[in-house]
């Protein structure tokens, strides 16, 4: 994902920042823009690989600013941010050159997903790189291949998109196969608190691990009352 760069172009301060440094944080170089003028002008100076926008802007609005870029880049694709939720808003979005649409309060693993799907059909060199991963982040189970930098379980060609928790859930329980993992270790590392409303999500996310995993039957994630678990698979 390193070199992948996004133009983000997002008025609203506080949401800017987050959704940058959590973008940062998973490898990709963001240019954030906060108005639609300076977002057409940080667009030919960065020739960003896919854009994000927010639709209401000042100076120029995200629809505007979206049929700008893809008058001179029709090939980049458009991310759209809006908390207006109305069809015709929707359909003015897609006329407007938009790929994608995400309505506004909005997870950032849902945002990430989005980002790396259609980098991933309009980016062979995107997928091609990313599918040839460093061992270190490809990891070989069973029959799968988990691509946790990608948030992806892979299955011959069937690809399945993992939320940021159940990426770390399935990385911490397969970085040590000899041992168990400890049920108050898994709680602090990824709700940052043991208490019994997470205690009841881990059990929750286990359980979809598990499914996921299901059409592997080498692979075990053995629950020891008390303890934790032990993710067992072949050799």
């Not at 960003?48 to 893809?70: F, N, S, T, Y």
């Not at 980002?115 to 982040?137: C, F, H, M």
Request: glycine content about 6%.
């Amino acid at each position: 994902m390193n070199d992948i760069r996004i133009l983000y172009v997002e008025d609203e301060p506080f949401l800017a920042r987050i959704v940058k440094e959590s973008l940062e944080s998973r490898g990709f170089e963001v240019h954030l823009s906060t108005d639609g003028m300076q977002g057409l002008e940080m667009f030919r100076e960065t020739n960003p690989h896919i854009c994000v926008l927010d639709i209401m802007l000042p100076h120029k609005d995200g629809l505007h600013l979206a049929r700008e870029i893809k008058q001179e880049r029709p090939q980049t694709p458009i991310i759209f941010l809006t908390a207006k939720t109305q069809t015709e808003d929707l359909i003015r979005g897609f006329k407007s050159g938009g790929n994608d649409y995400l309505r506004k309060p909005f997870s950032m693993e849902e945002l990430i997903v989005r980002i790396q799907n259609l980098l991933s059909i309009t980016s062979p060199a995107y997928r091609k790189d990313n599918l040839n991963q460093v061992a270190g982040e490809r990891i070989v189970l069973g029959k799968y291949v988990f691509l946790p930098g990608r948030y992806e379980l892979h299955l011959g060609n069937e690809i399945r998109n993992l939320s940021h928790r159940e990426t770390q859930l399935l990385r911490l329980l397969t970085q040590n196969t000899e041992e168990a993992v400890l049920r108050r270790d898994l709680l602090l590392k990824i709700w940052g608190d043991d208490s019994f409303a997470n205690s009841r999500n881990l059990d929750v996310y286990i359980s979809r691990i598990r499914d996921y995993l299901a059409k592997d039957p080498s692979i075990r994630i053995q629950t020891l009352k008390g303890v934790g678990y032990h993710f067992q698979m072949p050799e």
